[in-house]
């Protein structure tokens, strides 16, 4: 297959660990006979100290010419510290999910076998968990209008959702519970919000065309305390951009790291993967960033385009790195090995035989997950 892939490393260790993920879809192109042809693009701050843009004209045109977008990180501290800043490094990400129509994002959550020990959370609570959250990302509060008043003493954030917003990113969720374990639980706060009141209406009328799935509601609030408590409760989480945005983040905290997690976000005509952690700014040029979240992305493009074995084998290699305790220090402050030399191990342990289906015992999910 031949693919052509946008590669926006953006800022902070961006750049280092979608290097290991670009080493990664390389040893594939190599193994199984594949043609990926990578082209740069800057994005967020680095791309507004070259052009006063967060996204330039030539970034999007580049992505919307892509098969797929592979993206490292975004964010600055100097921006993080400015709130009157009114140029900003994630609004790039934004116009980017926005002008690419990327409106579900996906994020597969599981627990490695071996890495059972390194999660803040006991053994009995997360072994076994696996679900995945699907994210509406082009609508909702961050979207919505924004005012200051004059005096800078009033500030307001619409959240504003349609039924067709709502519809499409439900569909694929239900489909995804589906191919599952049959379960979809959405996620709100329809006892206050007019906007999650419409998702619990098109959502249930949506639910009568999957009578195999069952469907239940949680509460945001309650939701937060439930994935900590009980994760494995869970199979598909289905929410709004805000509260997916917060989930998301505190799903990775299960794992032990959030450098673990990888997401798609997709659309009806492109796709764009990502880990799921920021720009880690403090381990830039250090050698300490941990590329397994960038590389369970590439392999979730992988799978995208329904290159499966292509993508177990790279998760298989994860798995070997893993059980052989070839990992940065966030998963073992011992170790000596950085970013460079965790994904070094990954490519070279991408193989195209049957040696991986024994190892592929811990995996993200990958068929399950990503449904278009």
């Known amino acids: 297959m031949n693919l052509k892939i946008a590669l926006l490393s953006g800022d902070g260790v961006g750049p280092e660990v979608t290097a290991q993920a670009v080493k990664c879809l390389q040893a594939v192109e190599e193994t199984f006979g594949h043609q990926f042809t990578f082209t740069s693009a800057s994005v967020g701050a680095i791309a ?19 098969d797929a977008v592979l993206f490292g990180a975004i964010g600055d501290p100097k921006y993080d510290n400015q709130p009157d800043a009114k140029v900003r490094p994630e609004q790039g990400l934004l116009r980017l999910r926005k002008e690419l129509g990327l409106f579900s994002n996906i994020r597969p959550v599981q627990v490695f076998p071996s890495l059972l020990d390194q999660s803040p959370l006991r053994k009995s609570i997360i072994k076994g968990t696996d679900f995945v959250i699907y994210r509406e990302l082009t609508g909702g509060i961050y979207f919505g209008e924004k005012t200051l008043s004059e005096d800078g003493t009033r500030a307001s954030d619409l959240c504003v959702y349609t039924e067709k917003e709502i519809s499409r990113i439900a569909h694929l969720a239900f489909k995804a519970a589906k191919g599952r374990k049959k379960k979809l639980t959405l996620v709100d706060k329809a006892n206050v919000l007019e906007s999650s009141r419409l998702w619990r209406r098109v959502v249930s009328k949506i639910a009568e065309s999957y009578p195999e799935v069952k469907l239940d509601f949680l509460f945001a609030d309650n939701a937060a305390m439930q994935i900590i408590l009980n994760p494995r409760q869970f199979d598909v989480i289905l929410t709004d951009n ?9 799903g990775s905290v299960i794992g032990g790291s959030i450098g673990l997690l990888p997401s798609a976000s997709v659309g009806e005509q492109h796709a764009l993967f990502e880990p799921i952690h920021g720009s880690y700014p403090q381990a830039k040029g250090k050698n300490m960033a941990n590329p397994v979240a ?79």
């Open 48 to 66: 507004i100290e070259e052009t006063g843009d967060p996204l330039p004209e030539a970034t999007l045109d580049l992505c919307k010419a892509s």
């Open 242 to 250: 805000l509260f997916g945005d917060i989930l998301s983040d505190e």
């Open 294 to 372: 960038s590389i369970l992305s590439a392999a979730m493009l992988l799978d995208h385009f329904g290159l499966t074995e292509e993508a177990q084998a790279v998760v298989a290699a994860i798995n070997k790195s893993m059980k052989k305790g070839i990992v940065t220090e966030d998963l073992d402050a011992q170790s000596k090995y950085g970013t460079d030399e965790v994904g070094e191990f990954v490519a070279s342990n991408i193989v195209d035989s049957d040696d991986y289906q024994s190892m592929n015992k811990e995996n993200i999910g990958l068929g399950k997950s990503t449904i278009i």
